[in-house]
């Protein structure tokens, strides 16, 4: 029996709707809201902007949420001047909506218990295919996502090694500002998270915009 050709997709044919983008971006936003409730249960942190805020939140007492929207402000003039005025105002209501959740959540959703290691695994694979969905949909959680983002698509390296060095260096602040057992559970929780984003998130596989 012959084998079949099999011609690539119209790429037109196969671009996102808006209702794509809407259900997309909104699942990937709760998923990551969800992996973050389990993280700061843990009083964990994490890497990136969201990192950032975590750290702030814990040593001040604000909300993460309010932190986390403020902290991603000077950001959007980047991802305005060279990612376009779509991916701006996709990556701010991510970030919005994101902020918002993180506060209501834990009001729905009692967390009693939970081990360092299996939290920092909910954390990473939950909050990494939350980004995923986001990425694929042209949007960002704002801050130091977008320049690995555009470190991808302007220099060729992949988003989650681009993340991976940043989060290294943030932790090696870390380490001088909170316990070393909660930054190495952290980086733990990191690693998996950037590792689900390098092994799938690659423009080469994924023609749909």
Not at 11 to 27: C, F, K, S, W, Y
Not at 109 to 127: C, K
Not at 160 to 189: E, K, N, T
Request: aromatic residues 12%; proline residues 5%; charged residues 10%.
């Amino acid at each position: 029996m012959p084998t079949p050709i099999l011609t690539p997709p119209d790429p037109e044919a196969v671009r996102h709707t808006p209702v794509d983008d809407a259900q997309g971006l909104a699942i990937g936003v709760f998923i990551c809201a969800l992996g973050l409730v389990f993280l700061s249960h843990l009083g964990f942190i994490t890497g990136q902007t969201a990192g950032v805020a975590l750290i702030i939140s814990y040593l001040s007492g604000w909300p993460f949420g309010w932190v986390f929207a403020v902290i991603n402000l000077p950001f959007y003039w980047l991802a305005w001047r060279r990612m376009g005025m779509e991916f701006t105002l996709k990556s701010l209501g991510c970030v919005l909506s994101l902020s918002v959740l993180v506060e209501l959540i834990p009001r729905w959703l009692t967390i009693e218990s939970v081990t360092p290691v299996l939290g920092t695994m909910i954390f990473g694979a939950l909050t990494g295919l939350g980004l995923l969905a986001i990425f694929r949909h042209r949007g960002s959680l704002g801050g130091l996502g977008v320049v690995a983002l555009l470190a991808q698509d302007r220099l060729g390296i992949k988003a989650g090694y681009v993340q991976l060095v940043i989060d290294v260096l943030l932790f090696g602040v870390a380490f001088l500002l909170l316990p070393g057992r909660v930054v190495a559970y952290s980086l733990f929780g990191a690693v998996i998270l950037n590792g689900v984003i390098a092994f799938n998130h690659r423009r080469d596989r994924y023609i749909a915009t």
